[in-house]
């Protein structure tokens, strides 16, 4: 089945440590995305990436990384840098459908920070 | 710049009753707008989208939602509900063009349906 997978599903970091989610699709598509969802505050996105070796800043990169080698996959590191890493977040991905960009969604990662 | 205004984070109907969760957005050029639906620790689902072709959008489970230029709105119906419409729906709109065109998103309407 087509798809976008995330893993962990759940994950759990120590204070100053840098931790990586997995995000992969086999939807063929080319574009991904990375949200990050808080209680109250909707969706966030943290960055984006049109194409492969590209992606662009969202309106909260601050204290995020991610790398696009592969038209596949697209990992978020959430680095120590990141004040307040907790929060439940969401990987997508878009195709164009007529134009449309439509997203389509992972099952999410929720990160805790100990 | 786009933004989503979602009146009303939480919504409670009782069984078989209408639903109708609100959406306003705000955009400079003529939107693209969806609605998604989100299951407790899962990702979204699409429900429904407006690509500028007929205002009444029917999408999954019953929803609709009807587009009005001229009141920037795009609010979500469903005439009867059921216990498994319980969920938190997010208003979503795009503008822009390209392949990667963003989505803002509204703040969510969780929607408690009582038996």
């Known amino acids: 089945d087509g798809g976008i997978t995330q893993s962990p599903k759940y994950l759990f970091r120590k204070e100053g440590q840098n931790v990586t989610l997995s995000c992969e699709q086999n939807?063929?598509?080319?574009?991904m995305y990375w949200y990050r969802q808080d209680p109250g505050q909707g969706l966030r996105l943290i960055y984006y990436s049109q194409i492969v070796n590209d992606f662009q800043k969202g309106d909260i990169a601050e204290g995020y990384s991610v790398s696009r080698e592969k038209k596949e996959s697209f990992p978020l590191t959430v680095t120590s840098a990141q004040k307040n890493p907790t929060a439940f977040y969401l990987c997508a991905s878009s195709g164009l459908s007529g134009g449309v960009n439509e997203q389509f969604f992972g099952p999410g990662t929720r990160l805790t920070v100990l | 710049a786009q933004s989503v205004t979602q009146l009303g984070s939480h919504v409670s109907v009782s069984e078989g009753a209408l639903v109708l969760l609100r959406c306003n957005y705000s955009s400079s050029v003529p939107p693209y707008l969806f609605w998604y639906v989100q299951y407790p620790n899962q990702g979204l689902q699409l429900l429904l989208k407006?690509?500028?072709?007929?205002?009444l959008v029917k999408g999954i489970n019953g929803f609709e939602a009807e587009f009005k230029k001229s009141e920037t709105s795009f609010h979500l119906t469903k005439p009867s509900a059921h216990m498994s419409d319980a969920a938190e729906y997010f208003c979503a709109v795009s503008e822009g063009y390209g392949s990667a065109r963003q989505l803002t998103f509204g703040s969510g309407t969780q929607l408690t349906v009582l038996p």
């Open positions: 407006y690509t500028s072709a007929a205002t």
């Open positions: 939807l063929n598509h080319d574009a």
